[in-house]
């Protein structure tokens, strides 16, 4: 027994995204606004919530949350260990397997970060001194995220021959989802491949336009029983298939993971589509989280949807958007032109896929997939599915 | 060496139970790994249990600081204050020759503008923070 077509996603809420800092309300009051949004959309009541789950350590107690909300019992409280994104689909699995196993029967999944309230991200540590792990690498001033994964993806551009263009192609797609999204931070901001070209580097092989954004906002998705699909107001969207993971040692600490130019799906993936019971044939709409470009390009690699070879040829603007792409990616806009919220956004949009109503839809998209954090580990990946994959 | 690589400021490492005859090493000019005295593999960096055959046992043993890049990476945007008049710096993941291909992080001295080659013979470097709070010594590399 898998979670196969066992839940579906019947909701889904987002605040507006917000510049970093620039939210005007506290992040427990996001997360409060992102999830009475997921409810009103799938025409429940807060109250009937009785399940949590969330990931990278998200700092809004579901405790707390259930008090404010008025939920009536609390069944299922957790959290996904891990950093950055890579918990975004493995916390809908979470989610997926409580209400599958009777532990709970209406979850919610959600993410919410204000970085004006709390700390920022991409900021190397400020303490006069260091220990443990990072004693081994901030003294020489490796700090942010992205000094922490540039080098696994320049060992895979050297193992493979890929060019800065592929990288190139992600950002351009991302930004041409985005104009057609009045949601995104960067709708109006179209992005062309010479300003790409110009733009100054973050750390090579990244510039600036390969990072993610750094959002304040929040986002939320409720789950209920499969066979519940159909009593609510959407096109149900159904939960194929969940992982999460990485392979063997990925955490070997000091950049010393055996198998280091990798996203970390290697392992996860057979396992994906074998409980979705399908392949990177059928995948109609996918979307990849960019923590930077390097991890999309690798994630997609590891995903069975190019060959590590053809990179080059693959990546290139037209074959990833929208509608007409051979790999129609990032649809909203994705972490790089739409928000970051850990990733949550880039799940949300898979359900608009499937649901028909994203800004950049992807005609007859049934299967919608979501690759979460790669290069983190655990990472994770979800497929959803219309109604005609059941 | 007269000038550290980078500019001073940023956090200084300070040693623990784990790591401190590492630390203890390098301000002597030597390169200790942990090693397990049961396998005699080494492994980085340093943990509780050999990972191999899960002993507990594990010393240090010195290593020459010689290796090749396994990657690299070239910073550009500071993003702690001690880097805002630093310009870029480079990052190098060095595999060691002479103990079982382990990997450390650490600065590649010279112009950083300069090729990096994956892949390039490089040797370690002892570079030394006497004025540090505390004082502390880190391994810098340079093409052979």
Request: hydrophobic letters at 40%.
């Amino acid at each position: 027994m898998t979670l196969r077509s066992r839940t579906a996603v019947v909701g889904v809420g987002e605040t507006a995204y917000y510049k970093r800092g620039q939210a005007p309300d506290a992040e427990f009051k996001l997360a409060l606004e992102a999830i009475v949004s997921a409810c009103a959309d799938a025409g429940i009541h807060p109250r009937d919530i009785d399940g949590f789950a969330s990931f990278s350590n998200d700092r809004n107690d579901p405790s707390q949350l259930a008090a404010a909300l008025g939920c009536r019992e609390l069944r299922f409280a957790n959290m996904q260990w891990g950093g950055g994104g890579g918990g975004g689909s493995a916390a809908i699995g979470n989610a997926a397997a409580a209400i599958m196993s009777g532990m709970a029967e209406c979850v919610v999944v959600f993410r919410a970060l204000a970085q004006g309230q709390y700390g920022r991200f991409g900021q190397g540590a400020q303490a006069p001194t260091v220990s443990g792990n990072l004693a081994h690498t901030v003294p020489y001033g490796l700090l942010s995220p992205a000094h922490m994964f540039a080098m696994k993806y320049r060992r895979f551009m050297y193992e493979f021959g890929v060019e800065q263009s592929a990288l190139r192609a992600i950002a351009l797609a991302c930004y041409e989802h985005a104009q057609a999204n009045p949601r995104a931070v960067m709708h109006g901001r179209p992005l062309d491949a010479a300003t790409y070209d110009e733009s100054r580097w973050i750390v090579e092989p990244w510039h600036l336009y390969d990072c993610c954004l750094e959002n304040d906002g929040a986002a939320a998705m409720i789950l209920v029983a499969g066979e519940r699909a159909r009593d609510f107001p959407h096109l149900p969207c159904y939960v194929l298939s969940a992982v999460a993971g990485s392979q063997f040692r990925a955490g070997a600490p000091v950049h010393n993971t055996p198998d280091y130019a990798t996203s970390n799906f290697k392992t996860l993936v057979p396992r994906l589509y074998q409980m979705a019971r399908l392949g990177p044939a059928d995948i109609d709409v996918l979307q990849s989280y960019e923590n930077f470009t390097g991890g999309v390009l690798m994630s997609i690699v590891e995903h069975g949807l190019c060959k590590a070879g053809e990179v080059n040829e693959f990546f290139v603007p037209d074959n990833l958007t929208a509608p007409d792409g051979q790999l129609p990616l990032n649809t909203s806009g994705g972490n790089l032109a739409e928000c970051y919220m850990h990733g949550l956004g880039l799940n949300i949009e898979a359900v608009r896929q499937i649901r028909r109503t994203s800004t950049a839809q992807v005609a007859n998209a049934e299967v919608s997939m979501v690759i979460s954090g790669p290069m983190v580990t655990p990472v994770s990946s979800c497929i959803f599915g219309s109604e005609a994959t059941l | 060496m007269s000038r550290p690589y980078l500019h001073p400021g940023l956090p200084a490492p300070a040693p623990s139970d784990l790591d401190r005859p590492y630390w203890d090493g390098l301000r002597n000019d030597k390169l200790l790994l942990q090693r397990c005295r049961r396998c005699a593999r080494f492994q980085w960096g340093p943990e509780w249990i050999c990972h191999r055959c899960l002993n507990f046992d594990l010393s240090f043993d010195e290593v020459e600081p010689l290796g090749t890049i396994f990657s690299h990476q070239r910073v550009w945007h500071p993003v702690h204050p001690a880097l805002k008049k630093q310009g870029a710096y480079v990052i190098v993941l060095v595999e060691l020759t002479h103990a079982d291909n382990v990997r450390v992080v650490g600065n590649l001295l010279g112009d950083p503008a300069q090729p990096l080659r994956i892949g390039a013979e490089v040797e370690g470097v002892f570079e030394h923070h006497h004025d540090g709070e505390p004082a502390y010594s880190l391994l810098q590399w340079r093409y052979v």
